[in-house]
């Protein structure tokens, strides 16, 4: 297991877990007054919530969660809940809509054990926010345990803790994004829950923009918590946070500083007060299992970047925008906003400059003792909210102008996303993500085409908001040996920052005023550990996998083995040595950079390690790790 750096510090202050937590109604700015955005955080959410006097127009989001908040039956007060469970924890967040001043403010968490119910914890409400958390140690992860929740004699909530899925051969994900809510007509979400039902996945995996609504956040997660309640209830859940759960057109975080606002705040920070971030990360992301080193940021944000077991498959879970450049003020302005550039004559190169960040040295760290780590591991993912590179060509209407490049992507900085992908590539892992509202599979180059990674990215669950499209200008199809499928658009591209990729399949929107026709959908992803072999399944979302109506997007399934996300050539191999165990944990560094080239499980008893350069290198094995010297100061011959 890694070794987690724990920091300690209160999230909010409260009264024992009395049945009254302290909660100051005649409070009108819990975030505090001090910017536009401090004044405008959650309005329908605190102080006196069913008082509210409404601001905005008819449309706007504080009216319709006033009007919502103000309907809800008492009894279900508590909305939802979602877990996690790893290496002995369980974590738990419970969420609850706005309670009246006198109404229960504390939750109880009762566990059923040989039949009855047994309370274990009863744990305060946090305000603002609205919700409740609850950490088990020694946890018994080889048992489902049904768990309740109650809030007082007010309102319950039951779901199911599954037992860790150690013993099936294929581990399933769902995996998630975009939770627009233009979708007036299909709002419920009743047929997406059912076909993941369908699917049964063993992990949820939202990864971000679980809400549009902004500054009223509380209103956005309900909305999307209620959605999704009956498949969160009873499997581990991982959210993390985008751009718009923070209130944000996009987000470049730059370490947590204080952001503006200014065009789009591409200045780098955060526009809404720290306090109202917190109060997002604890609803989201506090189920989560304890950060890697959770020193807090500027301005005391927290962290959450971590890595969850879920049957043998290791997740890391990244925030690849928290520590991300800001284009503003970095590099010049080459388009309409700061962060799309559309000036054919721009210099690539000129964009990449020494110092800019992307996922930053703590999470780099981080994934360096990931890759080294296996033990009760089989296989390895990493987690994110955006792609690693611009696998887009339009943006926002089908006829809208091109972009060239696309800076709130994980495709620039590009050293930096050479960077993350080479820590993906040493674990053979593969990337799994969201944000692009397009479904795409690629095969990442690094330095030359074909050597990273694969990653996909799945649709939005509903493609309202902005749309985008896979559509070269030359519509020439790409090069490399032939990918093949349906799609016309496939091979090896350059996307617009000069990143190399292989577009393998796409799913553009053929008509996004139609519902069925403007891309909606979620993917599914199949690990089998077993061979190692993993497979991405795109859905479309108004499909009836009950009635049989089985079709995934054209180009999908595809499947590849873990070993296939690391595609260097090798120059050479050292001695073949003896394995000591079965799946030995082979461990390669390169001595002349110290870097970690590899680190990984093979099969057999005897192993020749592949090297990329002829500098001297040590081979380390084990059975979870490699902590054996085997060879020391070889090179390939």
């Not at 007010?154 to 581990?171: M, Q, W, Y």
């Not at 979400?189 to 500054?215: I, M």
């Not at 799945?458 to 749309?467: E, F, L, Q």
């Given at each position: 297991?890694?070794k987690?750096?724990?920091?300690?510090?209160?999230?909010?202050?409260?009264?024992?877990?009395t049945?009254?937590?302290?909660?100051?109604?005649?409070?009108p700015?819990?975030?505090?007054?001090?910017?536009?955005?401090?004044?405008?955080?959650?309005?329908?959410?605190?102080?006196?919530?069913?008082?509210?006097?409404?601001?905005?127009?008819?449309?706007?989001?504080?009216?319709?969660a006033?009007?919502?908040?103000?309907?809800?039956?008492?009894?279900?007060?508590?909305?939802?809940?979602?877990?996690?469970?790893?290496?002995?924890?369980?974590?738990?967040?419970?969420?609850?809509?706005?309670?009246?001043?006198?109404?229960?403010?504390?939750?109880?968490?009762?566990?059923?054990?040989?039949?009855?119910?047994?309370?274990?914890?009863?744990?305060?409400?946090?305000?603002?926010?609205w919700?409740?958390?609850?950490?088990?140690?020694?946890?018994?992860?080889?048992?489902?345990?049904?768990y309740?929740?109650?809030?007082?004699?007010?309102?319950?909530?039951?779901?199911?803790?599954?037992?860790?899925?150690?013993?099936?051969?294929?581990?399933?994900?769902?995996?998630?994004?975009?939770?627009?809510?233009?979708?007036?007509?299909?709002?419920?979400?009743?047929?997406t829950?059912?076909?993941?039902?369908?699917?049964?996945?063993?992990?949820?995996f939202?990864?971000?923009?679980?809400?549009?609504?902004?500054?009223?956040?509380?209103?956005?997660?309900?909305?999307?918590?209620?959605?999704?309640?009956?498949?969160?209830?009873?499997?581990?859940?991982?959210?993390?946070?985008?751009?718009?759960?923070?209130?944000?057109?996009?987000?470049?975080?730059?370490?947590?500083?204080?952001?503006?606002?200014?065009?789009?705040?591409?200045?780098?920070?955060?526009?809404?007060?720290?306090?109202?971030?917190?109060?997002?990360?604890?609803?989201?992301?506090?189920?989560?299992?304890?950060?890697y080193?959770?020193?807090?940021?500027?301005?005391?944000?927290?962290?959450?970047?971590t890595?969850?077991n879920?049957?043998?498959?290791?997740?890391?879970?990244?925030?690849?925008?928290?520590?991300?450049?800001?284009?503003?003020?970095?590099?010049?302005?080459?388009?309409?906003?700061?962060?799309?550039?559309?000036?054919?004559?721009?210099?690539?190169?000129?964009?990449?400059l020494?110092?800019?960040?992307?996922?930053?040295?703590?999470?780099?760290d981080?994934l360096?003792?990931?890759?080294?780590?296996?033990?009760?591991?089989?296989?390895?993912?990493a987690?994110?909210?955006?792609?690693?590179?611009?696998?887009?060509?339009?943006?926002?209407?089908?006829?809208?102008?091109?972009?060239?490049?696309?800076?709130?992507?994980?495709?620039?900085?590009?050293?930096?996303?050479?960077?993350?992908?080479?820590?993906?590539?040493?674990a053979?892992?593969?990337?799994?993500?969201?944000?692009?509202?397009?479904?795409?599979?690629?095969?990442?180059?690094?330095?030359?085409?074909?050597?990273?990674?694969?990653?996909?990215?799945?649709?939005?669950?509903?493609?309202?908001i902005?749309?985008?499209?896979?559509?070269?200008?030359?519509?020439?199809?790409?090069?490399?040996?032939?990918?093949?499928?349906?799609?016309?658009?496939?091979?090896?591209?350059?996307?617009?920052?000069?990143?190399?990729?292989t577009?393998?399949?796409?799913?553009?929107?053929?008509?996004?005023?139609?519902?069925?026709?403007?891309?909606?959908?979620?993917?599914?992803?199949?690990?089998?550990?077993?061979?190692?072999?993993?497979?991405?399944?795109?859905?479309?979302?108004?499909?009836?996998?009950?009635?049989g109506?089985?079709?995934?997007?054209?180009?999908?399934?595809?499947?590849?083995?873990?070993s296939?996300?690391?595609?260097?050539?090798?120059?050479?191999?050292?001695?073949?040595?003896?394995?000591?165990?079965?799946?030995?944990?082979?461990?390669?560094?390169?001595?002349?950079?110290?870097?970690?080239?590899?680190?990984h499980?093979v099969?057999?008893?005897?192993?020749?390690?592949?090297?990329?350069?002829?500098?001297?290198h040590?081979?380390?094995?084990?059975?979870?790790?490699?902590?054996?010297?085997?060879?020391?100061?070889?090179?390939?011959?």
């Amino acid at each position: 297991m890694i070794k987690r750096i724990i920091v300690f510090f209160t999230l909010i202050t409260s009264s024992a877990a009395t049945g009254y937590s302290a909660i100051d109604y005649s409070d009108p700015a819990p975030f505090g007054t001090e910017t536009t955005y401090a004044s405008e955080s959650d309005n329908a959410a605190i102080g006196q919530w069913w008082n509210v006097k409404l601001k905005r127009g008819l449309t706007g989001y504080d009216q319709r969660a006033s009007k919502w908040f103000q309907s809800i039956d008492r009894d279900q007060a508590l909305a939802f809940a979602l877990y996690t469970q790893d290496h002995g924890v369980l974590k738990l967040t419970a969420q609850c809509f706005p309670l009246l001043p006198d109404e229960p403010k504390v939750v109880t968490l009762q566990l059923k054990v040989d039949g009855k119910w047994i309370s274990v914890d009863e744990e305060p409400i946090q305000y603002p926010g609205w919700s409740v958390h609850f950490r088990v140690d020694d946890w018994d992860s080889s048992k489902n345990v049904p768990y309740r929740l109650s809030l007082g004699n007010l309102s319950e909530f039951e779901g199911l803790v599954r037992a860790d899925p150690t013993n099936k051969d294929t581990i399933v994900i769902g995996s998630l994004n975009c939770n627009s809510p233009v979708d007036k007509e299909f709002d419920t979400r009743k047929q997406t829950v059912d076909n993941l039902k369908y699917h049964d996945p063993d992990l949820l995996f939202f990864a971000g923009d679980q809400n549009y609504t902004h500054d009223e956040a509380t209103y956005g997660w309900l909305q999307f918590g209620v959605q999704f309640a009956d498949i969160m209830k009873d499997r581990p859940t991982i959210c993390i946070l985008d751009d718009h759960d923070v209130g944000h057109p996009n987000i470049w975080g730059e370490g947590g500083k204080v952001s503006s606002g200014i065009k789009g705040a591409s200045d780098g920070g955060y526009m809404f007060p720290a306090s109202f971030v917190q109060m997002v990360e604890r609803q989201q992301t506090w189920n989560l299992p304890d950060p890697y080193d959770a020193t807090p940021i500027e301005q005391g944000i927290g962290v959450y970047y971590t890595d969850l077991n879920v049957g043998g498959v290791s997740f890391a879970i990244l925030e690849d925008r928290k520590f991300k450049s800001a284009p503003l003020g970095n590099i010049p302005e080459m388009g309409p906003r700061p962060d799309h550039i559309t000036d054919p004559s721009y210099d690539r190169a000129a964009v990449d400059l020494p110092g800019l960040k992307l996922l930053g040295e703590r999470q780099l760290d981080f994934l360096d003792a990931w890759a080294r780590d296996w033990s009760g591991i089989s296989m390895k993912a990493a987690l994110s909210q955006t792609a690693f590179c611009g696998a887009v060509h339009i943006h926002g209407n089908e006829d809208a102008s091109r972009l060239l490049a696309d800076l709130d992507c994980n495709g620039w900085p590009q050293t930096p996303r050479n960077e993350a992908l080479r820590a993906l590539r040493r674990a053979h892992a593969s990337h799994l993500c969201g944000d692009q509202h397009l479904a795409v599979t690629v095969r990442h180059g690094i330095d030359y085409y074909r050597d990273g990674p694969y990653a996909f990215t799945a649709p939005a669950i509903v493609n309202t908001i902005y749309g985008r499209w896979w559509h070269p200008e030359d519509e020439e199809v790409g090069g490399g040996s032939p990918v093949g499928g349906p799609n016309k658009w496939v091979g090896d591209y350059e996307d617009g920052l000069g990143n190399k990729i292989t577009m393998l399949a796409y799913a553009n929107p053929e008509d996004r005023k139609v519902r069925e026709k403007r891309g909606d959908g979620y993917g599914i992803v199949r690990f089998h550990k077993p061979s190692g072999k993993t497979t991405f399944e795109c859905w479309p979302r108004f499909v009836d996998l009950s009635a049989g109506d089985a079709a995934q997007y054209p180009g999908w399934p595809i499947s590849f083995f873990a070993s296939d996300n690391d595609g260097r050539k090798p120059v050479g191999y050292l001695q073949t040595v003896d394995l000591p165990y079965s799946n030995t944990v082979v461990e390669l560094t390169n001595e002349a950079t110290g870097e970690l080239v590899y680190s990984h499980k093979v099969g057999g008893i005897s192993f020749a390690a592949p090297v990329y350069t002829m500098d001297k290198h040590t081979l380390k094995v084990g059975k979870t790790r490699g902590d054996l010297v085997v060879l020391q100061g070889a090179t390939g011959n």
